[in-house]
Every structure is written in C-alpha cells, then in structure tokens.
C-alpha cells in the first residue's frame, strides 16, 4: 500500500500501524519516528553528533523557553536554530502553548491569546497564534505547531469544549499567519479530551483548514494509559490517512508501541533523557535503575544486544559507580543509552510494519518485558 501527499509518502500498513517517511528540504525523517527533545537548544548530556548517531532523524524544540532565553530574535541573527545548535537535520518546534498553560498561576487567557510572566525572572509577554508564529519562523523550523490551548484531565466537558473550540480558532489565524512557505510544514493539533464527539468535531475544523500534518494533542496529560488508548482507538482514524499523525508528548516505550499500533507515526518526550540522567535505564527487559546495589559488582552491561556505547563499553558495575559517584559521565552513558533503544523500537516497529509483522513485534516486546531484567548467577 503506497499513499502520498507533496510531503508524506505512506508506504506499508500492518493493521493500523504505519511506516512512511516525511520528506524535508534538511531530510527524510522515516516514521514511526521519535524525536528526542532539545527544550534549550540542546538534548541534554548529549552531543548533537551523538544524538544523530543514535539514529534521530529529527529533534523538537521549544518555542517557550526559547523565546525566552536566548530569545528568537538572537538565534535568527546568529543564522536560525539548526546552524545555532550545530543540527542539520530537521527540527520539529512546538507551538510555546502547552509550557504556557502550564504555567496556571501566572497567565490570562483571551480570545486573543495568552499573557503570562517568564518563569526565569518574571518578566510580562504575550502568545499569540500570530506571535507562535513568527517566533517559530525566526527559529527557522522544518515543521511548525499551531498555537493551541490543552487543558489538564481531568476536566469537565465544558470546558473541553470551550478550549477546542479556542483552539481551532486560533489554528486558522495560525494558518494564516504561517503563510506560504516553501519547505516548511505546519502541523495542526486536534483537542478534545476524552470525548469522542469534540475530537470528531476538532478534526472536522482542522481538516477544513488544511495542514501539512496533524497531531494528537491533550493527551499524556495525566489521564492514564487505558484512557489515552481508549482515545487513540479512534482519534488517529479521524484524521487524514495521507498526512501525518503526530503524538505530542508521549512517552514510555510501552505507551510508543500501543500509539504505533493505533496508526500513530510521531512521537516526542523527555523521558529517554530525563530517566537517563536519573540513573534509569530503559531496556527490552524493561527499566533497570542502575543505582541499586544489586549493580555494584555486575561485570555485564545494561542491555547485552545492545549496541551503544554505554552497553558496548561499560560494565553496570561502572556505570552503577560513576552514578554513585555523581560523575558528569553517568547522566552523559545512560542518556545515549536509551535514546539509542528508544532509536531501535523504532527501527524495529518500522521494519516489523513494512514485513506485515507487527503483531508478532509486539507480542515479543511486551514478552521480553514480562521477563523482566534478570540478575546474574
């Protein structure tokens, strides 16, 4: 089965799952893909290199804290975000609106858009679709996020709605302040919580607007597991089958494998960096926090199929005293780590799905996981 729009060629399809690739003036980005996070300019205790090396054909930046620190404006001058962050492939940069409502306590929302005070020094500004916008413009981004507001679940349905409904208005002013520009892609974002009907509804508006790719937003916002799920059984299937679906903010590799299977192609978190530096592994056995004692005389390395760095060359024994002994290098190793596994999910689920293998892939993931991490003898 081969589907294609100008940008997103969908090449095989195993159930719902989906393998494509998005095609960029800076290059392919295969899917399903996972884009590590680069808040500031950078993935944390990692090299840009290292990170390319890993397999990432795309990173994510943030609009928020960029804005704020070293602002748009300097990162344009100093020749846009990719030369800025020595990265040359594409980057994907959300919309600023998600850290935003984030911060409940310090903003004002209006049909306008959203004031808030800087959580770095308390300094006052002002987001706006068309602001969104521009910021992201001057960022230089391959793919650009509407502006949107995402409500926390729980949430009554009313105001699930009334944000919706904001936030499609504000994809069509985002639309149109995006303008025409060639080589560059803006992704709209659907809402709705956990009601079928206003993700159906959300869907319908952004689909009469048009973009270049949607996402599946609102979610990971602490409904749950079953409950994100339970909404990805439909929500992705409400979207335009020759574009492509993007999962903001999700997660766990167990959480990646049920969105693939639920026709999901894009994924970003935090979690593969932010575990790594906490001294938590992921592996296909599952998660191994290396700084139990069980690791402290353990010559065998994190993953024995694994071919990273950190389990190519280092013992858990090593890692688990560099973490003790709170050395840079811990957070840097186990970093590597699971981005390069969170990498070869990825590949495997992409291979699995053009093989017409997916259900297999999957029943031995969550087998190996059942297995757990196995001490020595």
Same mark, same amino acid.
């Given at each position: 089965?081969? *589907?294609?729009?100008?940008?997103? @060629?969908?090449?095989?399809?195993?159930?719902?799952?989906?393998?494509? =690739?998005?095609?960029?003036?800076?290059?392919?980005?295969?899917?399903?893909?996972?884009?590590? !996070?680069?808040?500031?300019?950078?993935?944390?205790?990692?090299?840009?290199?290292? *990170?390319?090396?890993?397999?990432?054909?795309?990173?994510? +930046?943030?609009?928020?804290?960029?804005?704020?620190?070293?602002?748009?404006?300097?990162?344009?001058?100093?020749?846009?975000?990719?030369?800025? %962050?020595?990265?040359?492939?594409?980057?994907?940069?959300?919309?600023?609106?998600?850290?935003?409502?984030?911060?409940?306590?310090?903003?004002?929302?209006?049909?306008?858009? !959203?004031?808030? /005070?800087?959580? $770095?020094?308390?300094?006052?500004?002002?987001? =706006?679709?068309?602001?969104?916008?521009? $910021?992201? /413009?001057?960022? #230089?981004?391959?793919?650009?996020?509407?502006?949107?507001?995402?409500?926390?679940?729980?949430?009554?349905? @009313?105001?699930?709605?009334?944000?919706?409904?904001?936030?499609?208005?504000?994809?069509?002013?985002?639309?149109?302040?995006?303008?025409?520009?060639?080589?560059?892609?803006?992704?709209?974002?659907?809402?709705?919580?956990?009601?079928?009907?206003?993700?159906?509804?959300?869907?319908?508006?952004?689909?009469? !607007?048009?973009?270049?790719?949607?996402?599946?937003?609102?979610?990971?916002?602490?409904?749950?597991?079953?409950?994100?799920? #339970?909404?990805?059984?439909?929500?992705?299937?409400?979207?335009?089958?020759?574009?492509?679906?993007?999962?903001? #903010?999700? +997660?766990?590799?167990?959480?990646?494998? +049920?969105?693939? /299977?639920? +026709? $999901?192609?894009?994924?970003?978190?935090?979690?593969?960096?932010?575990?790594?530096?906490?001294?938590?592994?992921?592996?296909?056995?599952?998660?191994? &926090?290396?700084? &139990?004692?069980?690791?402290?005389?353990?010559?065998?390395?994190?993953?024995?199929?694994?071919?990273?760095?950190?389990?190519?060359?280092?013992?858990?024994?090593?890692?688990?005293?560099?973490?003790?002994?709170?050395? %840079?290098?811990?957070?840097?190793?186990? @970093?590597?780590?699971?981005?390069?596994?969170?990498?070869?999910?990825?590949?495997?689920?992409?291979?699995?799905?053009?093989? #017409?293998?997916?259900?297999?892939?999957?029943?031995?993931?969550?087998?190996?996981?059942?297995?757990?991490?196995?001490?020595? !003898?």
């Amino acid at each position: 089965m081969t *589907v294609s729009s100008s940008s997103f @060629t969908l090449h095989a399809t195993d159930g719902l799952a989906r393998a494509g =690739t998005i095609e960029t003036p800076r290059g392919a980005i295969r899917t399903p893909a996972f884009m590590p !996070v680069g808040t500031a300019a950078t993935v944390k205790a990692m090299m840009p290199e290292s *990170v390319a090396a890993t397999g990432a054909d795309i990173l994510l +930046g943030n609009t928020y804290h960029l804005m704020l620190r070293p602002t748009a404006k300097r990162i344009n001058r100093l020749g846009g975000l990719h030369r800025f %962050m020595n990265w040359d492939k594409p980057i994907l940069t959300d919309s600023g609106g998600f850290q935003v409502m984030s911060l409940s306590d310090l903003r004002k929302l209006t049909e306008t858009g !959203v004031t808030f /005070k800087s959580h $770095i020094d308390g300094s006052r500004h002002e987001l =706006t679709p068309e602001r969104s916008m521009e $910021i992201q /413009k001057l960022l #230089g981004s391959d793919i650009v996020m509407c502006f949107d507001e995402c409500p926390a679940l729980p949430a009554d349905r @009313t105001r699930i709605a009334e944000s919706m409904r904001l936030s499609m208005r504000w994809a069509a002013r985002s639309k149109e302040a995006f303008g025409d520009r060639p080589g560059h892609m803006l992704f709209g974002i659907q809402q709705g919580g956990l009601e079928q009907d206003l993700r159906a509804e959300s869907a319908a508006a952004l689909r009469d !607007v048009g973009f270049d790719g949607y996402a599946v937003g609102g979610l990971a916002v602490g409904e749950g597991q079953e409950a994100m799920f #339970g909404c990805l059984d439909y929500a992705p299937g409400q979207l335009p089958l020759d574009k492509p679906r993007y999962l903001m #903010g999700v +997660g766990k590799p167990d959480d990646i494998v +049920g969105a693939v /299977k639920r +026709g $999901i192609d894009m994924m970003d978190c935090v979690l593969p960096s932010r575990s790594g530096r906490t001294g938590q592994a992921w592996t296909r056995r599952g998660q191994v &926090n290396i700084k &139990n004692a069980r690791h402290q005389d353990d010559p065998r390395p994190l993953d024995e199929d694994c071919t990273c760095p950190a389990c190519r060359n280092y013992s858990r024994a090593y890692l688990h005293h560099v973490f003790r002994a709170q050395e %840079m290098i811990s957070g840097m190793l186990l @970093t590597w780590h699971n981005l390069h596994y969170y990498q070869e999910l990825m590949q495997g689920m992409r291979d699995a799905i053009s093989a #017409g293998r997916f259900a297999a892939f999957e029943a031995q993931f969550h087998a190996q996981r059942a297995e757990g991490d196995i001490a020595p !003898v």
